[in-house]
């Protein structure tokens, strides 16, 4: 089997990325329903409010092989939210980071920037991915933040691109190429250091 058809196991000091199970669906509920994270119109978590349809969703473009589920999980051991690769081509070498949301508690911490070290290491280097993409909400400014603050480049914007729970959603599309890797994974360990 090809490595694009395997979930991997991903460790670093901060966080490990590990195959998302459906056993882990009441830890992710409480990360999602905890303060008010799944309030955000704009993000996906508020998809996690009907938890039995989320994960019926996601474990089916992962079994199409289209998408890999991660938990993300503190040192502990404790999940603390999840990421996925999405819309993968191997054919293309191409994939999508998306599908993240991470607890109130680990935000602003070293768990985002580490995870997308992890992910994108593993999609460069093991994958060898040409491209990697990003996506996120028109109107979710702290997320665009995030990405661009990891290096990846605004590719555009795909107006009227989803409907998500019944609101026509604009999507700001990134990526990051190969030949950006280097810069971008010296970038992230240095975003990374400030947090040790």
């Known amino acids: 089997m090809s490595a694009w058809g395997e979930t991997p196991t991903l460790t670093g000091r901060h966080v490990t990325l590990r195959p998302l199970a459906r056993t882990d669906r009441d830890a992710l509920v409480a990360v ?11 993000a996906n978590v508020s998809q996690l409010k009907d938890a039995d349809h989320w994960f019926d969703a996601a474990f089916q473009q992962q079994d199409y092989g289209r998408a890999r589920l991660f938990a993300v999980c503190d040192p ?4 603390v939210g999840t990421t996925r690769y999405m819309r993968m081509s191997e054919g293309h070498r191409r ?7 991470y607890a109130k508690a680990v935000q602003r911490t070293g ?3 580490e995870a997308k070290l992890l992910l994108l290491t593993h999609a460069f280097n ?3 991915c040409q491209c990697v993409q990003i996506r996120t909400d028109a109107l979710n ?3 665009q ?3 661009e603050r990891l290096g990846a ?7 009227g691109h989803q409907i998500v729970d019944g609101r026509l959603r604009d999507s700001v599309v990134y990526s990051i190429l190969d030949r950006e890797w280097p810069g971008v994974r010296q970038n992230l360990h240095f975003l990374l250091a400030r947090h040790t």
């Open 111 to 113: 768990v985002n920037t």
């Open 32 to 42: 999602a329903s905890a303060g008010d994270l799944w309030d955000t119109f704009y």
């Open 95 to 101: 994939l999508e980071l998306g599908g993240t949301f």
């Open 141 to 143: 400014r702290r997320s």
């Open 126 to 128: 093991v994958l060898g």
């Open 153 to 159: 480049k605004r590719d555009g914007v795909l107006r």
């Open 145 to 147: 933040a995030a990405i």
């Open 76 to 79: 502990a051991g404790q999940v």
